[in-house]
């Protein structure tokens, strides 16, 4: 019966083990932003590849976080659809983000219809929830 249950532990801590080294495998990587709407409600679209380069599904549970451009905080975004990620597969999830204050909005139009501007700078700073593993991201990208 002790072997048993020794034997039913090793299994959990496998599968546990398992689990934590897929979600430290799966890449998280920004795509793209696409913006839309207008000057009272400008509306920004992030992309994100989630790469999963295991022979394991991996389930992506959630991706929460901040933008930022040029240094300044535009923008909380969160998104809570499960998403079934396929082993040695790349999914894009798409993520729509209104910014959170109309200065902030009015600040990022201005700089988007400027004709001498220099490079628009977009950080993410978040999290994302692969198989109950909390994922940092850090991720940024020149426009």
Sequence with gaps: ????????????????????RLAGNVKVIFRGVSFSGGIVRPTFT???GIQNPTDQV???KSIVGQVEANGKNIADVS??????LEPNSEAIIPIKA????????????????SSNREKLQINFTGTAN?????IPIKTSATI
Excluded: C, H
């Design 98 to 113: 209104e910014p959170s204050a109309l200065g902030i909005a009015s600040t990022v139009w201005q700089y988007l219809q």
């Design 1 to 20: 019966m002790k072997n048993i249950l020794y034997l039913g532990g090793a299994v959990v801590a496998l599968y546990l083990l398992g689990r934590a």
């Design 130 to 134: 692969v198989d109950g593993v909390n």
């Design 46 to 48: 992030l992309r994100f």
């Design 79 to 84: 998104n809570f659809v499960a998403l079934r």
């Design 58 to 60: 991996a389930e992506i």
